[in-house]
């Protein structure tokens, strides 16, 4: 609680998170709220939805609207609330189980509709929360207690996945760069549309393998190399399906692609109980429910 205290920003809380000590994301729910505080978001116009997964923990830990969704059901949720009120800046942060696993569909339908929400994915290839087996981003031969002989299915590539779809914005960070996390979120969220930025997150407790050591020594920056520029996307792809090391930083970014907000005339760029045309339509829905 100390910790919390020493912050004072708008967005902390007066709940302190319940993670391990050490757990990877600490560091992403400390960049997120500075990457909200930098951007000069208020937190009445900020609304995060949590999938279900220690990353959900977070849920009543930042001081802005929250919800807590189903498992697997965040995006969609997500979805909704930014159709009705495009007023609002939307996040999604949720697990590499409950978003690549429970709510796969979700991630490529948001992609292809290029819905304007921010989606973080806490990447950390275990269910934490269900005390450790092995999520869909977890390597072949991961050992947990529910694949004691070894995964035997190759493991998602959500960059690559994200970049076939087609989708706008596609970066990855790590909780132990958190200058550079902070960096991605805020240009995730200035994106206008969807943005995934997908975050190397170690579970310090049960994923013995994707440890804060083996991604310090397996990461390098997509931004080191000057000659790089996030507008090619066949480079990005190339980037992403490398092996020997694990490029972080913004892969590829899109802004010509139309969010799907803007292509509904009838919202006129308004929350949906503002626009002219949506309120003439609600108005039978109102008198029979309130
Ligand atoms: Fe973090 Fe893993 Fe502990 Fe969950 S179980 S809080 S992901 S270290």
Redesign the pocket.
Known sequence: MAFIQKQKGIYDSTHAPT??AG???FSIWLSLKKALEQLKVPPHQVLIVYGVG?SG?MANTIHAYGWHSLHGRAVPTAVGAKLANQALTVIVAAGDGDGYGEGLSHFIHAIRGNVDITYLVHN?S?Y??TTGQAAPTASRGYKAKSTPEGIIEEPINPISLALASDASFVARGFSGKADQLVDLIKRGIQHPGFSLVDIFQP????NKINTFKFYFDSIYSLQDDPTYTAADRKAALEKALQKDKLPVGLFYQNTKRPSYASELSYLEGKPLLTASGSRRNLQPLFKEFI
């Open positions: 993670w391990c757990c990877g994301n220690c923990n950390n275990v934490g929360l579970c310090v407790t049960f």
